[in-house]
């Protein structure tokens, strides 16, 4: 071939191979630099562009603040060893939170789970995906709870004059009489502690044996919980062992007295002033963490140096992490407050005053998935949020908890048995239940 032609012949494969690569969209770039070390074949606007948040202006935080930017690619920051954020660093951490020993029903995505609903129909969801409403359609009718409920979370609520798994029965006796003869004497439907089925209630806490169980009656108007000093419903500790419990209510022994039976006839104090002696300060006796016995304490757990004081008034396991750790092993606590050690603040002396790193990179592990630095709810020290002090109730790594939606009883959160941690309570040693109500360990003396 001649010198002429072969270059005829080039010129033209030259141009197709341009036009090929022009016609490839400009998403597909597999590498958007020619070797290692070589100029970005991208300018630094684009670049940038590709690195921000959609929707972002020019000037905006790239890589959501949490990576660099490097050739129109997000190279993310590494705060812990396998949590890494998504594309653009957007993500907090890639793991979902656990739900009944399992991570996510769903498919979990950039730490949030996602629930599968392949119909459209968004009969799966929750949180962690836990609810199922198909497991409430009706096998015949294919309709949710048989048409005659509400589902809610896979469980049927049915309509009145309904029952059933699926409100799939219907009962033989109207509406009006079913009702009049589930009312208890103070007007209320199984007296608010149980469902009415046809006419009869289904107490909330029947014993699984077929004996009675703490609520029970022809109308669940026997509460036998009201008998109890402290709830524990594993105990026969019924009006504090010196009495007889009678439909909720305590018929004293002999030398007994009170509405649990736990005055002495001996004690020369009225009750009103064997509770007074016993609050001091606190709204509750004991502090809400002792029994009152003719003005005086005995504080619970028993033997237990941590809790102590006239009323019970000092409880050093407040001093505790979740950890067990007293402090946060740089303080030493008193009657339930830390005093830290020099270079060290925060409630459990968890905060060192000295921080190492930029102020770039301790904002970057405050700031919420939203962006939002400790969830608009706190400052940020060293990595770490500092919530507010003014809202006493929120707590939380990020700010974003509400102690409040901890369960109560007796006015107090967690019943002062355990510490709430994001909406739930972490009971201490010896204490159970949704609100560290229930004591398990040994007798009190």
């Known amino acids: 071939m001649r010198p002429a032609a072969i270059r005829n012949f080039l010129l033209l494969a030259s141009s197709l191979l341009f036009a090929g690569l022009s016609a490839v969209p400009q998403s ?84 949030r789970c996602k629930c599968d609903n392949p119909d459209g129909n968004g009969l799966v969801y929750g949180k962690f995906c836990e609810c199922d409403d198909r497991e409430c359609i009706d096998d015949e009718t294919e309709e949710i709870c048989g048409g005659h409920g509400k589902c809610y979370c896979g469980n049927c609520y049915c309509e009145a004059g309904w029952h059933g798994d699926k409100c799939e029965f219907q009962c033989d006796i109207t509406p009006w009489e079913s009702k009049r003869r589930c009312t208890s004497p103070d007007g209320q439907i199984c007296s608010n502690r149980g469902t009415c089925v046809c006419g009869e209630c289904s107490c909330h806490d029947v014993d699984p044996t077929g004996d009675w169980g703490d609520i029970h009656g022809d109308t669940c108007e026997c509460d036998e919980r009201d008998c109890r000093a402290v709830y524990d419903r594993y105990s026969d500790d019924f009006c504090s062992g010196h009495g007889q419990c009678n439909c909720g209510r305590c018929d004293c022994k002999v030398g007994w007295y009170g509405k649990k039976c736990e005055h002495p006839r001996s004690c020369p104090l009225s009750v009103e002033e064997s ?165 398990l360990g040994t007798d009190y003396p």
């Open 28 to 111: 597909f770039s597999p590498s958007l630099r020619i070797g290692p070390g070589t100029a970005c074949r991208l300018s630094r606007a684009e670049s940038e562009r590709r690195c921000r948040a959609p929707g972002q202006p020019p000037g905006g935080a790239l890589c959501h603040g949490r990576g660099r930017c490097d050739c129109g690619v997000c190279i993310c920051h590494v705060s812990e060893p396998g949590v890494f954020f998504g594309p653009l660093c957007e993500c907090h951490e890639w793991v979902c939170e656990t739900y009944d020993g399992s991570t996510c029903a769903g498919t979990c995505h950039c730490g």
């Open 275 to 439: 509770i007074r002696r016993c609050q001091g300060s606190s709204d509750l006796p004991c502090s809400g963490r002792g029994k009152c016995e003719c003005g005086k304490c005995t504080c619970y757990p028993p033997g237990d140096p941590r809790v102590y004081g006239k009323t019970c008034e000092c409880d050093g396991r407040r001093c505790e992490g979740l950890d067990g750790m007293v402090c946060g092993g740089h303080g030493t606590c008193s009657c339930g407050r830390c005093v830290c050690d020099r270079g060290w603040f925060g409630t459990l002396c968890q905060h060192p005053r000295k921080c190492n790193m930029t102020e770039e990179q301790s904002k970057s592990l405050c700031e919420s998935a939203d962006g939002i630095l400790c969830s608009g709810k706190g400052s940020c020290h060293c990595g770490k949020c500092i919530c507010s002090a003014e809202e006493w109730y929120i707590s939380g790594e990020l700010c974003d908890c509400d102690d409040r939606d901890c369960d109560k009883h007796d006015g107090l959160i967690c019943t002062g048995n355990g510490i709430c941690s994001c909406g739930n309570c972490e009971c201490w040693r010896g204490w159970n239940g949704n609100a560290c109500e229930i004591w």
